[in-house]
């Protein structure tokens, strides 16, 4: 079992950049499907990117599409997610997640989350 742990969230004005972090221990995330939710208050928790097939490929929710970018980097076993151009409807819990299998990119298509990383975009 993967562990996870994201970093890199915070309070950004409107139209800033974050990156958040999601660092890997236990076993190797080369050979996984990896990606980010979030959760805003009183919400689901929905898909935001992910990353499969070694980070050849990329999938993103239409609402993140031309300003997120998902990457990873499988020495440092590390996903990363670039935001800009954020907007206050951005404002959620970041959650990475990883699955040795990839059916789908949803919530229950993941096995290992990790505790999650807040991000506030003011207005």
């Known amino acids: 079992q993967v562990q996870l742990v994201e970093s890199g969230g915070g309070l950004v004005q409107a139209g800033g950049s974050l990156r958040l972090s999601c660092a890997a221990s236990?076993?190797?995330?080369?050979?996984?499907?990896m990606a980010w939710f979030r959760q805003a208050p009183g919400k689901e928790r929905e898909f935001v990117a992910a990353?499969?097939?070694?980070?050849?490929?990329?999938d993103y929710a239409d609402s993140v599409k031309g300003r997120f970018t998902i990457s990873r980097d499988n020495a440092k076993n590390t996903m990363y997610l670039q935001m800009n151009s954020l907007k206050p409807e951005d404002t959620a819990v970041y959650y990475c997640?990883?699955?040795?299998?990839?059916?789908?990119?949803?919530?229950?298509?993941?096995?290992?989350w990790g505790q999650g990383t807040q991000v506030t975009v003011s207005s």
């Open positions: 997640a990883a699955t040795s299998v990839l059916a789908g990119l949803a919530v229950t298509d993941f096995g290992s």
């Open positions: 236990g076993r190797s995330i080369s050979d996984l499907a």
């Open positions: 990353v499969r097939w070694r980070g050849i490929f990329t």
